[in-house]
């Protein structure tokens, strides 16, 4: 069993930044694609950023230019570096490894609000 551990989230002004960190247990982490999630009140699950074990990265248009994702194979650790936040940004902030076909892995959410 897999377990994720997120970290990171907080409280903070619109247009400051925070840095998430998903560690995770394990040997699969580095042949898996890893990405963050987020939920907003009200709305559904939406991925927000991924990379590739060939470290090729996707984000959502909403945070091109101010969100990063990164991994750390020798720590089995993914970053999201969040910077220029916004209210909008407010949501749960979920980790997620996943290898199509073999399995599929969410932490438990870490919390992020954006006051303006």
């Known amino acids: 069993q897999v377990r994720l551990v997120e970290s990171g989230g907080g409280l903070v002004q619109a247009g400051g930044s925070l840095r998430l960190s998903c560690a995770a247990s394990g040997s699969i982490f580095s042949i898996a694609t890893v990405g963050w999630y987020r939920r907003a009140p009200g709305k559904q699950r939406d991925m927000v950023a991924t990379?590739?074990?060939?470290?090729?990265?996707y984000y959502a248009d909403s945070v091109k230019g101010r969100f990063t994702i990164s991994r750390d194979n020798a720590k089995n650790t993914v970053y999201l570096q969040m910077t220029s936040l916004k209210p909008e940004d407010t949501a749960v902030y979920y980790c997620?490894?996943?290898?199509?076909?073999?399995?599929?892995?969410w932490g438990q959410g870490t919390q992020v609000t954006v006051s303006s």
């Open positions: 990379i590739t074990s060939g470290e090729s990265s």
């Open positions: 997620r490894v996943v290898r199509a076909g073999a399995y599929d892995y």
